[in-house]
């Protein structure tokens, strides 16, 4: 979440100091990381900022569930669907343009689950700090946090923010397209692993100019390499 928020932000250079062995979950949502930065402040610089554009298709299968990165002229599209047997999840789709959208039903959707998988997470070593504060619980048809939820895509808004956040662990801005079927952390990062196993796979570029903000790149200067 803290990587998404980063992203969304254009945050290229950090220095990020934990005293544990995770970030902080907060409220299960990028919201109070952007907040918080915001309050912080950002500084421009004239750094290059490096960007990624991607050659051709490559793509991670585990039995219906997939994902793959495409060539695209000049935006990162995201296309995400989720697929619950759970009637309130159900199926959800959604589609931004990273660079172009308003995003924030996406800063703002929350990490979810299944009331019946609590105590599997716990069993496992997860969600160990786990509560209606950081999190949205669904129970059969019904939704147990009492504020309800943030936006009518949020459980699959909430997936597209993981992969925000996951594909910017490459360390690049990345001008692609993103398709995914009930992904998560791990198809991500598996595709992330095969895509720099080919330098084929991709071009890497550097954008400058005093104009620049830290990392949203406008459209002029994603053409001239495009």
Do not use: W
């Not at 980063?6 to 950090?14: E, K």
């Not at 990273?98 to 019946?116: A, M, P």
């Amino acid at each position: 979440h803290l990587m998404g928020a980063m992203y969304i932000l254009g945050v290229d250079n950090a220095l990020i100091e934990l005293t544990s062995q995770e970030v902080p979950i907060m409220d299960g949502s990028a919201r109070d990381f952007i907040k918080l930065i915001l309050e912080t402040g950002l500084k421009l610089s004239q750094a290059p900022i490096k960007l990624i554009k991607i050659n051709k298709k490559v793509s991670i299968n585990e039995g219906s569930k997939f994902i793959k990165i495409d060539k695209s002229n000049v935006s990162l599209d995201i296309s995400f669907e989720i697929k619950y047997s759970n009637s309130l999840i159900g199926n959800q789709k959604n589609k931004i343009n990273v660079y172009e959208d308003d995003l924030t039903d996406i800063c703002n959707s929350r990490t979810f689950c299944l009331f019946e998988d609590i105590d599997k997470l716990k069993q496992i070593g997860l969600a160990k700090g786990g509560s209606l504060d950081n999190a949205v619980v669904v129970k059969e048809g019904e939704v147990l946090n009492s504020d309800g939820l943030r936006n009518e895509l949020e459980f699959v808004n909430h997936k597209i923010l993981d992969c925000i956040g996951d594909i910017y662990l490459s360390g690049y801005k990345i001008i692609g397209s993103i398709e995914c079927s009930q992904g998560g952390h791990s198809l991500t990062n598996q595709l992330l692993r095969e895509l720099f196993q080919d330098k084929s796979n991709f071009s890497i570029f550097e954008v400058s100019g005093k104009n620049l903000p830290t990392t949203f790149v406008n459209k002029s200067q994603l053409k001239s390499i495009a």
